[in-house]
C-alpha cells in the first residue's frame, strides 16, 4: 500500500519535472551579448578581467563578487566539525584505548602511503596556490590534502593529526579571512573589497586579495575535513 | 559531435544503472561503492559540459571523502541491511 | 543517426533525463527503505542529481569553460555560465558536511538502540 502511494507521488514529480525541462532547452545561449550586462552572468564575464585581473571566473566569483557566501560556508563546515565532535563524544579516560585499525596494515600499504602522502600535499598546495590561474582552489586543494591524511590515518596505528595543531591553522586561517575583509569595509567602505593592486593576467602574483583568500580557505578546509575524519576513525569499535 | 551522442548516452545508462543498484543491493558496503562510481561518472559529465571546477571537487569529495564516511559509519554499525541474516559479514 | 536534431535530443535526454532519475531514484530511497545508511545513501543520491541539473543548465552548447588563458583572452563571449557553478562547488562542500553529521547521528542511534533500522526503535528515548 505504501508503496503504491510513494510509486504515484514519484510519478507525479517526474511528470512536473519533465514539464520544467522541456522548457528550458539544452545548450542553449541565455547570456547574450557579454558587453551589453543584460544578466548578472555578462557581468560577471565582461568585468573580471579588468577589474580583478583573475583568470578563472569560477574563482572570482566564489572569493570576491560572493565572498560573503563563502564565509558562511567556511562556518558552516566549522559547525559540522564541531557538531560531529559533540555528537560523538569520548571521556579524557577512554584515550588511550583507541583502536583506530584493528589489525596494523600490511608493510606495502605503509610504504606506499608514506611514499605517496608528501606527493599527495603538494599536489593539493599546488591546486589551491593557482587557484586563481587553473581550475581549482581552496576548496579541492583543502579535499586533497584531506585525503593524504586519510592515507596515514589508516595505515599507521600510531599517526595522530594533532588537535592543537588543527584548531590553530583552523583559526589563523578564519582570522586571516575576516580581517581582510574587514580591511576593505574600513578603507573602501564595503566587505572584502579588492583593496590590493591588480597585478597582470594569467601571473602567479595576480588578482590582488583574492589568491590570500583562496590560500586560507584552503588551509581551513584542509584541516577541518580531516578534524572530522579523525573524530570519525576515532569511534571505539564494537565488541 | 556523434562521439559526444555515444558517450553522454553510455555514460547516462551507467550512471541510472548504478543509482538503480545503489538503492536495490542488501549489502551495504557494496551499494556505498555504487554511491562512489555515481560520483565518478557526474565528475566525467561535469567535465564534459565545462565546469571543470565542479569536476574537481566532485572528484576530490564525491569519490574519495563521502565514501570513506560512510565505510567508517558501516564499521562501527552493521552491513547487512536487513539485519536479520547471521553476521558473518560485519567482520572486515 | 546523422540526423542533427536528433543527435541534439539525444544529448538534452540523456542529462536532463538522468538527473530527473537520479532525483527519483533517491528519493524512492528516502521514503520506502527502513535502513538509516540506506536513506543516507538516497540524500546524496538526490544531491548528485541537483548538481547535474545546476550545471546543465548553465551549459551553452560550442562555449568553453569559463577561465582565461593566454592568447584567448578575448573570449568573454564565448563562456559558459560561470554562476551556476559557483553554486554548485559551494553545494558540494555543504553536502559533504551535513552527511558527515547525518551519519554520525545513525552511528549515535546504533549504539543505543543496537538497530540501525527505524522500524525496530521501540521506544523514542535516547
Redesign the interface.
Known amino acids: 500500500m505504501r508503496k503504491v502511494f510513494v510509486i504515484i507521488l514519484l510519478i507525479l514529480v517526474g511528470y512536473f519535472l519533465t514539464n520544467t525541462f522541456s522548457l528550458i532547452t539544452f545548450g542553449e545561449n541565455r547570456i547574450g551579448n557579454t558587453s551589453e550586462e543584460k544578466n548578472v552572468a555578462a557581468y560577471y564575464l565582461n568585468n573580471t578581467k579588468e577589474k580583478t585581473s583573475v583568470a578563472n571566473v569560477v574563482t572570482a566569483i566564489v572569493v570576491n563578487y560572493r565572498g560573503f557566501d563563502t564565509l558562511g560556508e567556511v562556518t558552516v563546515l566549522f559547525l559540522a566539525t564541531t557538531g560531529l565532535g559533540s555528537i560523538l563524544f569520548r571521556r579524557k579516560e577512554d584515550e588511550d584505548q583507541i583502536e583506530r585499525i584493528s589489525k596494523p596494515s600490511s608493510s606495502l600499504v605503509q610504504t606506499g602511503s608514506r611514499i605517496l602522502f608528501p606527493l599527495i600535499a603538494l599536489l593539493g598546495i599546488y591546486v589551491f596556490i593557482h587557484g586563481h590561474l587553473t581550475p581549482g582552489g581552496g576548496f579541492q586543494g583543502g579535499a586533497i590534502i584531506a585525503t593524504g591524511f586519510l592515507l596515514m590515518l589508516i595505515s599507521y596505528k600510531n599517526f595522530k593529526a594533532g588537535h592543537t595543531m588543527l584548531i590553530w591553522v583552523e583559526s589563523l586561517a578564519g582570522i586571516t579571512f575576516v580581517t581582510i575583509g574587514l580591511w576593505g569595509l574600513l578603507t573602501s567602505g564595503s566587505f572584502l573589497e579588492n583593496t590590493l593592486p591588480g597585478g597582470e593576467l594569467n601571473n602567479l602574483i595576480s588578482g590582488g586579495i583574492i589568491p590570500i583568500i583562496y590560500i586560507a580557505v584552503g588551509f581551513k578546509v584542509a584541516a577541518e575535513l580531516t578534524g572530522v575524519l579523525d573524530i570519525l576513525l576515532n569511534i571505539k569499535p564494537k565488541k | 559531435m556523434i562521439v559526444y551522442v555515444i558517450i553522454f548516452s553510455i555514460l547516462s545508462i551507467l550512471l541510472i544503472a548504478s543509482a538503480i543498484y545503489a538503492v536495490v543491493q542488501k549489502d551495504l558496503l557494496i551499494a556505498v561503492i555504487s554511491t562512489g562510481v555515481i560520483s565518478l561518472i557526474l565528475s566525467v559529465f561535469f567535465y564534459l559540459m565545462h565546469a571543470p571546477d565542479v569536476a574537481l571537487t566532485e572528484a576530490a569529495i564525491g569519490i574519495a571523502l563521502t565514501t570513506i564516511i560512510f565505510v567508517i559509519t558501516i564499521r562501527n554499525t552493521t552491513r547487512n541491511e536487513d539485519e536479520s541474516i547471521d553476521n558473518n559479514l560485519d567482520k572486515f | 543517426?546523422?540526423n542533427?536534431e536528433l543527435?541534439?535530443n539525444?544529448?538534452?535526454t540523456?542529462?536532463?533525463?538522468?538527473a530527473?532519475?537520479?532525483?527519483?531514484?533517491?528519493?524512492?530511497?528516502v521514503?520506502?527503505?527502513k535502513?538509516l545508511?540506506?536513506i543516507?545513501?538516497?540524500l546524496?543520491?538526490i544531491d548528485?542529481g541537483i548538481?547535474?541539473?545546476f550545471?546543465?543548465?548553465?551549459?551553452?552548447?560550442?562555449?568553453?569553460?569559463?577561465?582565461?588563458?593566454?592568447g584567448s583572452?578575448n573570449l568573454?563571449?564565448k563562456?559558459?555560465?560561470?554562476?551556476p557553478?559557483?553554486l554548485?562547488?559551494?553545494a558540494?562542500?555543504?553536502g559533504?558536511?551535513?552527511?558527515?553529521?547525518a551519519?554520525?547521528?545513525?552511528?549515535?542511534l546504533?549504539k543505543h538502540h543496537n538497530?540501525?533500522?527505524i522500524d525496530?526503535i521501540k521506544s523514542l528515548k535516547w
Open positions: 543517426m546523422y542533427l543527435q541534439n539525444l544529448i538534452t540523456s542529462v536532463y533525463g538522468s530527473i532519475a537520479l532525483i527519483l531514484i533517491g528519493l524512492y530511497a521514503l520506502v527503505k535502513n545508511i540506506k543516507v545513501i538516497g546524496s543520491i548528485a548538481h547535474l541539473l550545471v546543465a543548465i548553465g551549459y551553452i552548447k560550442g562555449f568553453t569553460a569559463p577561465i582565461f588563458s593566454p583572452e568573454a563571449n563562456m559558459v555560465d560561470p554562476v557553478q559557483a554548485v562547488l559551494t558540494i562542500v555543504i559533504f558536511a551535513t552527511t558527515a553529521v551519519l554520525s547521528l545513525v552511528i549515535r546504533y538497530t540501525a533500522r525496530q
